[in-house]
């Protein structure tokens, strides 16, 4: 029996990573749950999965939570998070927080020693050298849940890196691949969270729309699979079937398809290195009629650029882009900022900043900081234009 801590519990990774559980009871138990806010889903969580801790965000959630008296310790703020991240009864923990949030429980738990089944990309995108390093230090095994690299993942299968030739991420292009340029202006937070295969949270969904997800996913791939750039490759695949690529240096390319859904990779994840059996239905290719890859359009996705310059300079650079992006996708959809807005902001924050190497998680936190900061000092200089 593998015990879990499920961090982010009532988002949209959370949900599904217990609805694999639930129908694999038989091989995993919910040791801990973390959620921000939502204590409505998190109280039916605890009664169906009877973890002994949880942590909250807020404490007034937390509060609430404590009033209806139910049978688990709850805990809230970072302390509780951590503690819920560390858990001594958890043999593995499922970090799947949205955005920067997840850096610091996703550090802590690989240095209690804790396997991670990995969806907050984040915490690679800021500080994917002493993640992997501290990894590599505790001996814990990083597996992807990101449908992407748990595809590139499969494909590997232990493979070296000597053999890869490319690692070929594919990405739907979004609601807007054909888009007229001139009308990506004016496009509606509403338009952009309609995303044409995957149902996922607010902040990925506008993610993919920009692009920036994949540039996410680039620079997690970098460092979850030890890859030089040049060996990095993004394609168009609207149908969003095959999930991800490797090719290697026999020109042989291995792909992985299933249906868009993260149960898959979650499945894949919690259970490896076996396979979880029918956490999905069945594909039905003859059904498919066609699969599509066309190269992505530089002008439309100009996020494609601002990834390889952030990857190019490194150090902080790649957690500015991140924590930019995060401030302009929350303006974005306040209704502050336009649709191209959102890469604009990202290239000013950038532009502003100067690289410096990190060594702690400390060091990468305030860059992150400053940067949002001074990507919400851009959006303000935008507004009173
Ligand atoms: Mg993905």
């Known amino acids: 029996m593998k015990k879990l801590s499920v961090l982010g519990s009532t988002g949209s990774i959370g949900r599904n990573t217990l609805e694999v559980i639930k129908y694999n009871s038989d091989r995993f138990r919910v040791a801990a749950l973390a959620a921000r806010n939502n204590i409505e889903l998190l109280e039916s969580q605890i009664k169906e999965f009877k973890p002994e801790i949880v942590a909250v965000h807020e404490d007034e959630a937390a509060d609430a939570l404590r009033k209806k008296g139910l049978p688990v310790e709850i805990l809230s703020g970072e302390a509780g998070l951590i503690a819920a991240a560390t858990f001594d009864q958890s043999d593995m923990v499922v970090s799947s927080i949205v955005g920067s949030p997840g850096l610091v429980p996703t550090f802590e738990a690989i240095r209690a020693g804790k396997d991670i089944a990995l969806a907050t990309k984040e915490a690679l995108v800021m500080a994917g050298k002493i993640i992997m390093a501290e990894a590599s230090r505790q001996g814990v095994k990083i597996i992807p849940v990101d449908s992407e690299h748990s595809a590139v993942f499969q494909c590997l299968h232990g493979r070296g890196m ?30 952009a969270l309609k995303h044409p295969n995957w149902e996922m949270g607010r902040k990925i969904t506008i993610d993919s729309a920009t692009l920036m997800n994949k540039g996410l996913e680039v620079i997690e791939a970098r460092w979850l699979f030890d890859l030089p750039i040049a060996k990095i490759g993004v394609i168009i695949h609207p149908q969003s079937i095959v999930h991800s690529m490797v090719e290697f240096i026999d020109s042989s390319i291995i792909a992985q398809m299933s249906l868009p859904d993260m149960k898959g990779p979650i499945g894949y994840a919690l259970s490896y290195p076996e396979r979880c059996s029918d956490v999905l239905p069945s594909l039905n290719l003859a059904d498919m009629r066609e699969l599509t890859f066309e190269e992505p359009d530089r002008v439309r996705y100009p996020s494609l650029d601002l990834t390889f310059r952030a990857l190019k300079e490194g150090g ?49 936190l305030e860059a992150s900081e400053t940067a949002k900061n001074r990507a919400k000092e851009i959006i303000m200089e935008k507004i009173e234009i």
């Open 162 to 191: 000597d053999e890869v030739r490319k690692v070929i991420l594919t990405a739907s292009g979004g609601p807007f691949r054909n888009r007229k340029h001139a009308d990506l202006d004016s496009v509606t937070p509403a338009e």
């Open 316 to 364: 902080t650079m790649p957690c500015v882009f991140n924590a930019a992006n995060e401030v302009a996708v929350d303006a974005f959809l306040e209704e502050k900022i336009s649709f191209t807005d959102i890469t604009g902001v990202v290239s000013s924050t950038m532009d502003s900043h100067n690289v410096s190497k990190y060594e702690t998680i400390e060091e990468v």
